[in-house]
């Protein structure tokens, strides 16, 4: 069974720094593509930013610059350093796994919340100003 723990949220001023954490567990798979996602109460689920197997990234424009996606594969453990927080980046943050044949499929096919099956329980980020 999959297994997604999320850690490292709390409470900082704008201009900030936080890490993230996601540790995965409880599977096999030939690649992975891996996501973190943000969601406001009542608000839809947004994409921050992936990876996946083969190493590639990619981060959405508000968040470009300021926030990084790396893995510790020893450890099965994502990380999203956040940097020069903002308070529009208060959310309830989560990663997601999709669990897929290569990793070539990522950038085009699992970039929705709709495309991931696997989902931690979410960790709280508040930016004040």
């Known amino acids: 069974q999959v297994h997604l723990v999320e850690s490292g949220g709390g409470s900082v001023q704008a201009g900030g720094s936080l890490r993230l954490s996601c540790e995965h567990s409880g599977y096999r798979a030939d690649a992975t593509c891996m996501g973190w996602f943000r969601q406001l109460p009542g608000q839809d689920r947004e994409a921050v930013g992936f990876?996946?197997?083969?190493?590639?990234?990619s981060y959405s424009n508000s968040v470009k610059g300021r926030f990084t996606i790396s893995a510790d594969n020893a450890k099965n453990t994502l990380y999203l350093q956040m940097n020069n927080l903002k308070p529009e980046d208060t959310a309830t943050y989560y990663c997601?796994?999709?669990?897929?044949?290569?990793?070539?499929?990522?950038?085009?096919?699992?970039?929705?919340?709709?495309?991931?099956?696997?989902w931690g329980q979410g960790t709280q980020v508040t930016v004040s100003s």
């Open positions: 990876t996946d197997t083969n190493g590639i990234t």
């Open positions: 997601a796994i999709a669990l897929v044949p290569a990793a070539k499929y990522c950038p085009g096919q699992y970039r929705r919340p709709a495309d991931y099956t696997h």
